[in-house]
């Protein structure tokens, strides 16, 4: 990270001597074809609370022109080192700084990002700030709780577009004057700059509103945007989002931007976000990268209030950001009306726990929320607990605080910190007034610890199948070496699905019950007295994070009818149960393997087939026993053929069933196999 690093403390004392008022910013990128660098002025008001005190303003710049601090001219040689220039003796109260620098285009994907396009030979531009590189661009009080107004005027070259967080006005000489922002933070500032394609709609509120909406990408993929898919997923996401959130969209438009070379999924620009260019499809993909995409469209936007309107006060909060994200766009997909992947947490708990559960066990492993001293750890801490475990408690936290309970607390957290800064105890706070719950031990068990709880049932029945006896077993993590932290127990609210065999040979749930786990052993004595299921899943509907073991009775029969549950999700948590016993130890890969080829023919839920693709890959290849290694690889490649050519001609399975095929196929008939395909010498219908 180049710059100066900025600590916590500086940052508190910082936010406790200034508020930020308004940013005037003006960039000359008339050049921006050629490349090089780009004259940025900065103008920004703000207030001192005391006299003759003295602060710092960020900047990352090649040369630095001009500093003007109240009228006096300060020496640029003096004031500006290490990205930072010195604010000497403040006045109480309104201070004035102008600062005239020349900024650098970047192709790091930092800043200011140029992308020159090989198809038309043109310059494409996008901004990315998070964390730290507003600085890049113009000089600003870089940290989230300094909020401001912005103001943009962009000189940019003839026939090229400029968008920002303000609606795009029209230009005047090749001089766009953009309308100040709402009180924003500096890393979700935006601009996007160059002769891109674009795509415009809207969207209407119930009450009469309506918010312009436009879809941006490079000409050259123009012919492959699917647009009004695009704007059907985010339609969909206002409607719920506001319905939910019972407050009104915060800004006065709301654009999309697929651009090159994005080093991330997307970024939560206020009223502007961009989106990594991958996502405009060019060739045939399965329904699960559609369903991936739209996750990534309403996680975005589900920012615009969770993170744009209320915004962390310090990045250690920045779990909470993402989680909220990810848990708010993944039921959107599950519960809006008419939504074309009601079957959502069936991929979450496929894919986003999946990898949650893989960095909780690794040495790496760390508490969610994690300690933030600086800007350096949040580049570290930026991984697979801060979003994909992070957004899987916070769905246990729904389920502990009540679902409508979780939604009201929402609801008068955003009203009551609009436009401001807060922590997660203001979040907390407000669900504990909704739900009448106590959060703050629940916080610290779940948020201050690392590592993955076990949950198993312990079940004696009599002679007749009538339950004697039921507890669930809580184990503490197992952590690995090196990892931070003591194993601990920790309150869970979970379902038990109690699933039976219909007259059609379906798996169906014929019961479910809710409660609350805690401590080592917790009786269930509402089962005893009860004839027992043919599988009890414990952590039915996946409402916690932890590895769920089946009992004895219940893998026999999930062995022979895994593919028959009813429903995606049971069938989702069930793989995860028997990957996660072959992953510890618990169960054969030889048996993992004869479960995944018993069932997977029946396996609807194309993200879960391509998910047990790579995990029986993995377990092959790393878990199985040296001396049958090539006798499962042999099986499992034989089976992926033969799925191949049975999949129906055109279908995502048969995309997915191709993939495997090529991962492992290793005979001389196997590959000769593949390069006929790949010549056209050897055909499947449908591939």
Known sequence: MPGTNLTREEAQERARLLTVDAYEIELDLSGAQEGGTYRSVTSVRFDAAEAG???????????????????????????????RITLPSLLAGRNELRVVADCAYTNTGEGLHRFVDPVDQQAYLYTQFEVPDARRVYASFEQPDLK?????????PEGWTVISNSPTPEPKDNVWRFEPTPRISTYITALIVGPYHSVHSSWDSGDGRSVPLGIYCRPSLAEFLDSDAIFAVTRQGFDWFE?????????????????????????????AVTIRDQYVFRSKVTDAAYEVRAETILHELAHMWFGDLVTMEWWNDLWLNESFATYTSIACQAYAPGSRWPHSWTT??????TW???QDQLPSTHP????????????????????????????????????????????????????????????LGALEETSGRDLKTWSKAWLQTAGINVLRPEITTDASGTITSFAIRQEAPALPTGAKGEPTLRPHRIAIGLYDLDATGKLVRSERIELDVDGELTEVPGLVGTKR????????????????RLDADSLAVVTDHLGDFEASLPRALSWASAWDMTRDGELATRDYLALVLSGVAKESDIGVVQSLHRQVKLALE?????????????????????????AAPGSDHQLAWARAFAATARTDAQLGLIAGLLDGSETIEGL
């Open 53 to 83: 005190a003295s602060s710092f303003i960020d900047l990352v710049a090649p040369a630095v022109h001009e500093v003007v601090l109240n009228g006096d001219t300060l020496d640029p040689a003096e004031v500006f080192q290490d990205s």
């Open 622 to 646: 790393l878990y199985a026993a040296p001396d049958w290694r090539e006798t499962g690889l042999a099986q499992w490649t034989d089976a992926t053929l033969e799925h191949l050519r049975a």
């Open 348 to 353: 979450f708990a496929n894919s986003m726990k």
């Open 243 to 271: 319905e939910k959130f019972d407050y009104a969209y915060p800004f006065a438009k709301y654009d999309q931007l697929f651009v090159p070379e994005f080093n991330a999924g997307a970024m939560e620009n206020a009223g």
């Open 533 to 548: 299921s043919a599988v009890i899943l414990l952590n039915d509907d996946d409402l916690s994070y932890a590895k769920v």
């Open 148 to 156: 401001a107004t912005f103001q943009f005027t962009v000189t940019a």
């Open 368 to 427: 969610i929320m994690a300690e933030i001293n600086d800007l350096d750890d949040v580049l570290v801490n930026f991984d697979g607990i801060t979003y994909a475990k992070g957004a899987s408690v916070l769905k246990q936290l729904v389920a502990y605080v009540g679902m409508d309970e979780f939604f009201q607390g929402v609801q008068a957290y955003f009203k009551r910190h609009a436009y401001g800064n807060t922590r997660l105890t203001d979040l």
């Open 356 to 358: 949650a559960y893989r």
